[in-house]
């Protein structure tokens, strides 16, 4: 009884550890592979206490090796628009400007009830309430009714210009880079960039940094 108890209370800790280190996220708010990676966590915790015979190794090193991995991919991810649409995906529009896309409802796999459910949940009674429905890279719905502003559109983030939220809203690269020198701004200088269906314009520049 002893062993176990020490052998659940060395995974319970580097569990913990592990946690800390990938962040604070509530489980709805996983993206995939962190969601994979917590899975495969709790299976590989379970084992070794469970069964005494498996050697308490076998379980910590496939841990630190799941957690490096998760750290070096979100690292990755950060600077990559391709390993990020790959890892994370991109959000899907379902409702937009007030018009439901029926064949984006059919690729994500959601039917219209479901659909409905999900709106009434968010204290939306009617489809026709609703502006904008879009699907976040999470599984979570953001629904915008049809009052203000609508949504707000990166257009920029970063330093790289987000080619396919341009073509959503119908304008092209040499209209953003003009909207760039209304704001005196160069692309590279650029960490956000958002304009909303009112037409206002956020610009936030980054940070910079101190030579050594």
Same mark, same amino acid.
């Given at each position: 009884?002893? #062993? ?10 580097? @569990? ?5 280190? !990938?962040?604070?996220?509530? %489980?709805?708010? @996983? +993206?995939?592979?962190? *969601? #994979?990676?917590?899975?495969? @966590? ?12 498996? /050697?308490?190794?076998?379980? %910590?090193? /496939? ?10 991919? !979100? *690292?990755?991810?950060?600077? &990559?628009?391709?390993? =990020? ?17 029926? &064949?984006? @409802? ?5 039917? #219209?009830?479901? *659909? ?5 949940? =968010?204290?939306? &009674? ?10 976040? +890279?999470?599984? =979570?719905?953001?629904?915008? /009714? ?7 559109? /990166? ?13 959503? %809203? ?13 704001? =005196? ?28």
């Amino acid at each position: 009884m002893l #062993v176990i108890f020490f052998r659940t209370a060395i995974i319970y800790m580097i @569990l913990i550890i592990a946690m800390r280190i !990938t962040g604070k996220r509530q %489980i709805a708010e @996983l +993206q995939v592979s962190e *969601f #994979v990676t917590a899975i495969m @966590l709790s299976e590989l915790a379970v084992q070794p206490i469970s069964n005494i015979n498996i /050697p308490l190794f076998y379980a %910590i090193l /496939p841990i630190l090796t799941l957690i490096s991995l998760e750290v070096i991919i !979100t *690292f990755l991810v950060t600077k &990559s628009k391709t390993l =990020k649409r790959l890892f994370d995906g991109e959000p899907s529009f379902l409702i937009k400007r007030g018009i439901l896309d029926q &064949s984006e @409802l059919i690729k994500q796999r959601i039917s #219209v009830d479901e *659909f409905i459910g999900e709106l009434r949940q =968010k204290d939306i &009674s009617a489809i026709d309430d609703v502006d904008y429905a879009i699907l976040e +890279q999470n599984g =979570k719905l953001s629904v915008f /009714p049809k009052t203000g502003s609508g949504v707000s559109f /990166p257009l920029i983030i970063d330093g790289d210009i987000n080619r396919r939220i341009l073509n959503l %809203i119908g304008q092209s690269e040499v209209w953003l880079m003009e909207r760039l020198t209304t704001h =005196k701004a160069e692309l590279g200088s650029v960490l956000l960039f958002t304009i909303d269906d009112a037409g206002n314009e956020h610009l936030i520049r980054k940070n910079r940094q101190k030579a050594r």
